[in-house]
């Protein structure tokens, strides 16, 4: 169906599942909007950030949704597609068999779909229980072609346990006979040029249907709304982490199940009107089901809705079949989610900034820089300031001085030499720069490059630096004692300051745990770079031992996350933990760590789905903070704190995205006020202290520029 494949493309987006490329494009044939979108932009999309592929989410969507029916769904006409090629055929072993069977699919086509031909081996199809129009779709299933008898192929996929919930209506597993058949998108092909085409979308359907010896056991359905959920526990707040169990007619499935995607989703919504679009609160809270029914899943609270700040109340969780969402009815009604269960859920208010006892912070670490332009302080001087240029590092003491030029030109040779190439190889431009606090002439600077052979992605951020200011350049050194198989070069995660030295950060192979950070691995130099020695982690000088990870060292494909951890210590930096939390790098910062006290730090993101979080025990826990709503932010759009970060006088400043204004949010305040003050252009900009002058990048010419500290305190 057509909804389907819609809200399998958002799946794919939100999941950021690289490898379910043509998954997804086999999903959408008779979507063309959805197949043109990303047909144009398989080679830009690897470079949108995170949150604005989020909003193609959302927008895709939208296009996509459906409003509640009053009565079980209408039938949809069946996509565009050829039928059963001359001569091509399937049959399936056994031909019956008992809910929750494998069956294999042997077939045999006569013309080679177009990426077989082409060597693709990465090759998927669609099973359709019941026919594809209006059945049970079991997607990007595997398959299998003959290496020695050309034309022919096999997949296998699993009788459903359940009824199953389609376009009609529900139905129910009784015994009886199925039609069963494959469908898959002949991408590549000349009729796939125009995705509504007819050839495009193939489906070959079997000689001989599939008996059901026994019906299934368990519930049945009768109406839209006979799944149940609950919700465990019934009651939180913003961050809280709810555990979800229940029962629906399947609807959608992919791949091996428990499915990550289920064709449903979780919408959170005010009061007990279902159908109002007014009352959404938040979609696309994530759920998955097994091939019997049976729902699970886990998700955090929301802190944030279209109007702002989710208040406290009773809300209602809806399991809602996206799969069923109708695009021609979203666009002169709008979307309300298709009920198929739903769980009444009360909210309590988060703790308000008003309420927090903050003073100037101990101390703030902002993030790694790797995509957002920031600038090198040195710890020991910091009027001494370095930028990035194409083709050189230029470091300024104080606003007005005259600059120094470091050349990076020697940087290009040395990544060739590595098999590696970067993006603009003429002009080398660096992504970050560090100073030595003892060595002015050792410079220490992130290049992005990509495999010289393959080019990108992945994409990689390496390490450089020079000890004579520019005229050599050397490969950042490697750790001895690392096992991983990954290059280590491929897994270098920035430089750091510590003290009187200068680390170099590598993590070690990932856990492949969600939010759980890799070991990170570390050299260090006290000489300037003549020598380096291995190091570790170490805690800031007060507050709780709270650190970040070493930053994440390749962009891996379309829309990749760059997470960086937020690490702790118990034990004085023996030993490190990952907190769960992390920055996500692609979304412009800045990302900030803040001790508040010596038990209290904030973690600092204003795009994030928490914006300010606050822990009190070291970093084991960590509570969302709700912040006034800043003066002209749409909320809804969830920009709603562009540029939000903490400076060392305990204020915390925003930028309006529409005037440009900047605001501040004194500690205590329970309102922002604005500054009086003017940066280029409408866009935030990564503020960086250094005593009393805070520094910053033009947005407009690049130029380093700086405002007293006093600029930001409120006006009168």
Not at 17 to 24: D, K
Not at 217 to 246: F, M
Not at 646 to 668: F, I, K, R, V
Request: proline letters at 9%; a negative charge.
């Amino acid at each position: 169906m057509k909804s389907q494949r819609c809200a399998a493309w958002n799946f794919h987006l939100s999941q950021n599942v690289y490898r379910m490329r043509n998954r997804v494009i086999l999903r959408m044939a008779t979507a063309p909007v959805g197949y043109e979108f990303l047909r144009l932009m398989e080679g830009p999309m690897q470079r949108i950030k995170p949150v604005y592929l989020f909003f193609f989410v959302l927008l895709f969507a939208a296009a996509c949704s459906t409003p509640t029916p009053t009565s079980p769904p209408s039938t949809k006409a069946a996509p565009t597609q050829t039928a059963t090629p001359s001569g091509a055929w399937i049959s399936l072993s056994p031909a019956h068999g008992n809910p929750g069977d494998s069956v294999t699919i042997d077939g045999y086509m006569p013309v080679l779909p177009a990426s077989i031909q082409a060597g693709n081996p990465d090759f998927y199809v669609n099973v359709c229980w019941g026919g594809c129009a209006d059945g049970l779709q079991e997607q990007a299933l595997p398959t299998t072609w003959s290496q020695t008898d050309v034309g022919h192929f096999s997949t296998t996929f699993v009788v459903p346990s359940t009824a199953w919930l389609g376009a009609d209506g529900p139905h129910n597993l009784t015994v009886g006979d199925y039609a069963v058949s494959i469908q898959y998108l002949d991408i590549g092909s000349t009729a796939c040029a125009d995705p509504s085409a007819k050839g495009c979308s193939v489906e070959i359907a079997s000689g001989q249907p599939f008996h059901l010896d026994t019906a299934a056991a368990g519930p049945t359905c009768d109406k839209q709304d006979c799944g149940t959920l609950t919700l465990t526990p019934d009651t939180g707040k913003a961050g809280d982490t709810i555990e979800l169990s229940g029962w629906a007619p399947l609807l959608e499935l992919i791949g091996t199940t428990p499915s990550g995607y289920s064709g449903y989703s979780l919408v959170l919504m005010s009061g007990t009107n279902l159908t109002a679009q007014s009352a959404i609160i938040a979609t696309n809270l994530p759920v998955s089901q097994e091939l019997d029914g049976t729902l699970s899943g886990s998700f955090q609270l929301p802190q944030t809705g279209p109007n702002g700040v989710i208040g406290s109340g009773t809300y209602t969780l809806v399991l809602s079949a996206d799969a069923l969402i109708n695009a021609t009815q979203v666009k002169t009604s709008g979307y309300a989610p298709v009920v198929v269960a739903s769980a009444p859920f009360e909210i309590s208010a988060a703790t308000a900034w008003a309420q927090l006892a903050t003073a100037n912070p101990l101390w703030i670490q902002p993030s790694a820089s790797l995509l957002q332009a920031t600038l090198g302080i040195d710890p020991a001087n910091p009027q001494r300031i370095a930028s990035c240029a194409d083709g050189s590092i230029s470091i300024t003491v104080g606003v007005n001085a005259a600059k120094t030029s470091v050349p990076t030109a020697g940087v290009a040779a040395i990544v060739d030499s590595m098999g590696y190439a970067l993006n603009n190889a003429q002009t080398p431009r660096c992504n970050a720069v560090t100073l030595d606090p003892r060595n002015p002439q050792s410079i220490y600077a992130v290049f992005e490059g990509a495999s010289k052979q393959y080019g990108a992605p992945p994409e990689y951020f390496l390490g450089f630096y020079t000890t004579d200011a520019g005229k050599t350049w050397l490969a950042a050194p490697t750790p001895a004692n690392d096992q991983g198989q990954t290059p280590i070069v491929e897994r270098f995660g920035g430089f750091w300051n510590a003290g009187d030295v200068v680390q170099a950060l590598y993590s070690g192979e990932n856990s492949n745990q969600p939010n759980q950070a890799p070991p990170t691995l570390v050299l260090q130099t006290a000489d300037g770079g003549k020598t380096w020695q291995p190091g570790e982690l170490t805690c800031p000088s007060g507050g709780p031992c709270l650190r970040w990870s070493a930053a994440p060292g390749s962009i891996s494909g379309m829309g990749a996350g760059l997470p960086e951890y937020v690490l702790a210590s118990q034990d004085n930096g023996q030993t490190w933990t990952s907190t769960g939390q992390y920055a996500e790098l692609h979304v412009d910062g800045p990302h900030q760590l803040a001790a508040l006290s010596s038990s209290t730090a904030a973690l600092i993101s204003g795009d994030a789905q928490y914006p300010l979080q606050i822990t009190q025990d070291g970093g084991k826990t960590w509570q969302p903070i709700d912040l006034p709503t800043l003066p002209g932010a749409d909320v809804s759009t969830g920009f709603a704190y562009n540029g939000l970060q903490l400076l060392p006088n305990g204020n915390l400043a925003a930028m309006s995205p529409d005037s440009g204004t900047w605001y501040a949010l004194t500690p205590g305040a329970s309102d922002w006020c604005t500054l009086n003050l003017t940066v280029p252009g409408n866009y935030p900009v990564v503020l960086q202290p250094a005593d009393t002058t805070v520094w910053f990048i033009s947005p407009v010419d690049e130029t380093v520029q700086g405002f007293p500290l006093t600029d930001f305190s409120c006006s009168k």
